[in-house]
């Protein structure tokens, strides 16, 4: 079933129309009051921001989808589609079925759920199954509406979703050999190589196929596509007569006034069960960002930073960059960042402070006794000291809450390094929310080793407990081979600062806590005394404001990156295997020590005290470790990879990779990829006429650069905490104070 729909609003008919590969060609939305906003960056100046081309990223793709939004039946139809097509990795389910909460609405309200009446509030949880200890995922929340009337983020998260579980599971293919009969084995080459050429028509190439499916095998993904199940359907920001996103235990100054909405009791319960590091909140009505605090209780001297303030700081920043812009600009400008109370304006019962600080925040948090759909129990609303430390950012999707459709982008160039030609509103909050994944916890891996590219990393449904790895990921070299140069890469942070390679004999230089998929509380746990380490290498990943370092093309690699190789720092060692003997397996494990800098906090914060999120916490402190419902989460400051093994056999032997796994992309090896972001091997007079042509495009960018500057006559403003840059749009200093306004904010029309 398609995934786009026509849409004006749930109340009137909406039919399915067949998907369209015309190229995208938006308009200027029209302007209203809610499209009046001054654009404020918080941080860096835009002239000591980078700016990273890459001719690899100007793709084309076979087939181009436009975006359309889905209303609430379209939503429902599609949770279920997805259920039903990847049972493995989906688990649907509802706060009525869940958690036993009443419906919002009546007769008249969510007809096709018909079995009650008024609105279900659908749950979408997707993991592997095969995962050696779920309890230590790292577990990200999605929310597409708070307020129904603001209609981005629902389709959103359920395109992000899909790409999700559709990578994941072409990438489970095929599965072992020696688990299945020669019957199946034939019939899963066949599904895998008609899923991995329909996705790479899709611009989906295999680093993002493989990268996706790294995200579903090793995070715990919980999606509520609308909250508010009834205001979404009834396109009204409220459900009923209440704001849920004033409806949480925190700031409240009526502790009568909160869980009064089945939309805040529906979060209230998936976090009660979980423990999110990270979160992310649609809304609409402005263009921002933002992130704790944004509390009144939080806010003297107005915009006074939290205890986490550097890693939100940075992770705003890079989610700005990573999202991009569009065109037209006046509609699709880049996203500033800053905190909510800097940026939006502060609430009393907000979601994002509650999530962020519900648990150690203890002086803004009391049990709410509301009395709507029957009361709702106390306890529900008392909480430990772990549940609530998520870093639970407000993205303020739009000026417009229910954008043009034209402006809302394809999927053209949506794994792009910067964003591509189909930007628009989906498009680049897709790329938001998988970023937001991705950066929920730090990972390592092994992308070669001399000229072979392993194909292997993380594989879902697939058996990585104890030592598995010993068979799966496996390279050959004859004995007498001195040195062989090993590459790695880092991802889930943003800065490195320090990363090297240990390796020795399976069993001599590592001891027996070694395994294929544990993360230590201290690497040194791993190592004897006989263990190898390479010299101390530091960095960047894709995520930071100065981009990817070492870059790729410093290395061999360079021309694989976009294609068979993710976007990212690429480092590199030479290891010595003069000393091994025929039969010998020598463990390879690069491990990495990132963003040590988020535990560094401002001169003042509120309150004073250490950082108090997990998400910071988890990588910088190893003495962290809090645990509720199940989930641990433990605090660490070395992040290792799953270790690959180098197999030594007898003189003369060709080097090979010997996975139980083969290749099976679409593309040969050394076939060129159709289009740029790679060409694998091209021959010298190809080469020349793509560095030709790319060379050419960067000065005509350059040039139409300058002219657009020149157009939007940017003014800069340095004062506050830090640079920040001002953009005049189409709007007025008038309107702007009107925006912020309690009767702009709290009428139909308000953003958050």
Request: aromatic letters at 8%; charged letters at 20%.
């Amino acid at each position: 079933m398609s995934f786009f729909h026509n849409q004006s609003s749930d109340s009137s008919s909406s039919s399915m129309r067949p998907l369209s590969t015309s190229s995208w060609s938006p308009v200027v939305a029209a302007a209203s009051v809610g499209d009046v906003y001054t654009q404020t960056k918080r941080s860096m100046l835009r002239n000591n921001e980078r700016q990273r081309f890459d001719p690899r990223t100007l793709t084309t793709q076979e087939t181009i989808r436009p975006f359309e939004y889905l209303n609430s039946e379209a939503i429902k139809s599609e949770l279920e589609s997805l259920q039903e097509t990847h049972p493995k990795f989906i688990t649907l389910g509802t706060s009525q079925e869940w958690y036993d909460l009443p419906t919002a609405g009546t007769a008249n309200d969510c007809p096709f759920d018909s079995s009650v009446t008024g609105c279900k509030n659908y749950i979408m949880i997707i993991e592997d199954p095969s995962v050696p200890d779920p309890s230590v995922l790292a577990e990200v929340f999605l929310s597409g509406a708070v307020h129904g009337n603001e209609r981005i983020g629902p389709t959103t998260v359920m395109e992000t979703a899909r790409l999700l579980v559709e990578s994941a599971e072409c990438e489970a293919l095929p599965r072992s050999k020696s688990d299945i009969s020669e019957a199946e084995w034939e019939d899963d080459v066949r599904k895998a190589k008609d899923c991995r050429s329909k996705l790479q028509k899709q611009g989906i190439f295999p680093w993002a196929r493989r990268w996706m499916a790294r995200l579903v095998s090793t995070r715990r993904i919980v999606v509520v596509p609308s909250a508010n199940a009834l205001g979404y359907y009834q396109n009204k920001r409220r459900e009923g007569s209440i704001d849920p996103n004033r409806d949480f235990a925190f700031d409240q100054e009526d502790w009568s006034n909160c869980m009064r909405t089945i939309a805040g009791r529906t979060i209230n319960e998936v976090y009660r069960e979980h423990m999110f590091q990270h979160s992310l909140t649609f809304h609409g009505g402005m263009v921002a960002i933002a992130y704790e605090w944004g509390a009144p209780s939080r806010n003297t001297p107005k915009g006074i930073p939290s205890p986490d303030d550097t890693a939100q700081v940075e992770l705003g920043l890079g989610l700005s960059n990573y999202a991009g812009s569009f065109t037209p600009h006046n509609e699709g400008y880049k996203y500033p960042h800053d905190s909510m109370n800097n940026l939006v304006y502060p609430v009393n019962g907000g979601m994002e402070d509650w999530a962020y600080g519900g648990s150690w925040d203890l002086d803004l948090v009391s049990p709410c006794t509301p009395t709507t759909f029957g009361g709702y129990d106390e306890s529900k609303t008392t909480y430990n000291n772990a549940t609530l430390r998520a870093f639970n950012v407000l993205i303020e999707t739009s000026d417009n809450k229910q954008p043009a459709p034209n402006t809302l982008g394809t999927d053209e160039g949506l794994f792009n390094e910067m964003a591509g030609n189909g930007n628009g509103h989906i498009s680049r909050n897709i790329r938001l929310a998988q970023m937001m994944i991705d950066t929920v916890e730090p990972y390592v891996f092994v992308l070669a080793v001399e000229d072979m590219i392993l194909p292997d990393d993380i594989v879902p449904l697939t058996n990585r407990g104890s030592r598995a790895c010993l068979s799966t990921k496996v390279v050959a070299f004859p004995k007498g081979t001195s040195k062989v140069e090993v590459f790695w890469t880092v991802g889930g942070s943003f800065t490195v600062d320090e990363t090297r390679v240990a390796y020795g004999a399976w069993d001599v230089a590592f001891s027996e806590l070694m395994d294929c998929s544990t993360q230590p509380k201290e690497v040194a746990d791993l190592f004897t005394e006989s263990i190898n380490l390479t010299s101390i290498q530091s960095g960047t990943t894709r995520w930071h404001n100065s981009g990817a370092s070492p870059s790729a093309d410093s290395t061999r690699l360079k021309e694989e990156v976009g294609g068979s190789l993710p976007y990212g720092p690429i480092f590199s060692a030479i290891i010595d295997l003069s000393e091994y003997d025929v039969g010998d397996k020598v463990a390879i494990m690069p491990y990495a020590k990132v963003d040590q800098n988020w535990k560094n906090q401002p001169e003042t914060t509120d309150p004073e005290v250490p950082p108090q999120s997990h998400v910071v916490n988890a990588r910088t402190n190893p003495d962290w470790h809090f645990e509720s419902a199940g989930n641990v989460v433990q605090g660490r400051l070395d992040w290792v990879s799953s270790p690959l093994t180098i197999e030594i056999g007898p003189e003369g032997v060709t080097p090979e990779i010997k996975n139980a796994r083969p290749s099976l992309e679409s593309l040969p090896t050394g076939a060129p990829v159709p289009s740029p972001p790679v060409a694998v091997t091209p021959d010298s007079k190809s080469k020349k006429q793509s560095h030709f042509w790319a060379f050419l495009f960067v000065p005509l960018a350059a040039v139409a650069g300058v002219f657009c500057f020149i157009k939007l006559r940017r003014r800069r403003n340095t004062s506050g905490r830090g640079a920040v840059e001002v953009t005049e749009m189409r709007a007025n200093d008038t309107l702007n104070e009107f925006a912020q306004t309690e009767a702009y904010r709290d009428d139909e029309g308000g953003p958050g």
